[in-house]
């Protein structure tokens, strides 16, 4: 199985990925979008005997410091098809992505997900970094990780994800 950033001849199989693990077509129309607005930072796939099985999307955030404002990167969605599932496939996404957005320097990943699964790659909980989203979200869901030493301090305040995200209840 190999990791590799998106091309073009992908973009079906990953709307057909996110489609298949979601059970509905929101968050494919939200990697659609993002990569359309030049939002994709970092769009991997997950490459198994010549068949992409998964796919996760690293795209901007903002945060609302108070006087300034801090970037970042939110991930989402990420997706492995269903068939494949809970072979690592997952994870293997989630730690190269994190290690090449470490590598480009961006200082912290912010998501809304699961709380039993993202912890196991280091993410914790944002509320107790004083991070906020806009709207409710359970308090366990909102995670965030950070990639470069004190990249999460003095950045308290509102995270923005990208406005692609508002489209996707
Ligand atoms: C979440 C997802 C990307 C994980 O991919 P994966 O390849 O199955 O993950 P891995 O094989 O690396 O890890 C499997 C682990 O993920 C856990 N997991 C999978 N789905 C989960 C869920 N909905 N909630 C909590 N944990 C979950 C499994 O319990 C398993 O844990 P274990 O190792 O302790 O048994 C995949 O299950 C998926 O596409 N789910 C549907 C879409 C989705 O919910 N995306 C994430 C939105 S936050």
Redesign the pocket.
């Known amino acids: 199985m190999k990791i590799r950033p998106e091309n073009t001849d992908d973009i079906q199989a990953i709307h057909h990925i996110n489609t298949q693990?979601?059970g509905r077509v929101k968050?494919a129309e939200l990697a659609d979008a993002l990569r359309a607005c030049g939002a994709a930072v970092l769009s991997l796939v997950a490459e198994e005997k010549e068949e992409i099985v998964?796919h996760a999307l690293f795209s901007p955030v903002r945060i609302e410091t108070g006087a300034e404002e801090a970037r970042g990167l939110g991930l989402?969605?990420?997706?492995?098809?269903?068939e494949?599932?809970?072979?690592?496939?997952?994870?293997?996404?989630?730690e190269t992505g994190l290690a090449m957005c470490r590598e480009a320097g961006h200082p912290f990943v912010v998501?809304?997900?699961?709380?039993?699964?993202?912890p196991?790659f280091g993410f914790e909980r944002a509320s107790h970094y004083g991070l906020r989203m806009p709207f409710e979200v359970p308090d366990e869901a909102f995670m965030v990780i950070a990639l470069q030493p004190g990249a999460l301090e003095n950045i308290q305040g509102v995270v923005h994800f990208h406005p692609a995200f508002d489209e996707v209840e």
């Open positions: 693990a979601f968050e998964g989402g969605p990420i997706a492995v098809l269903p494949y599932q809970r072979q690592g496939i997952g994870s293997a996404l989630m998501l809304v997900g699961h709380a039993s699964y993202y196991r």
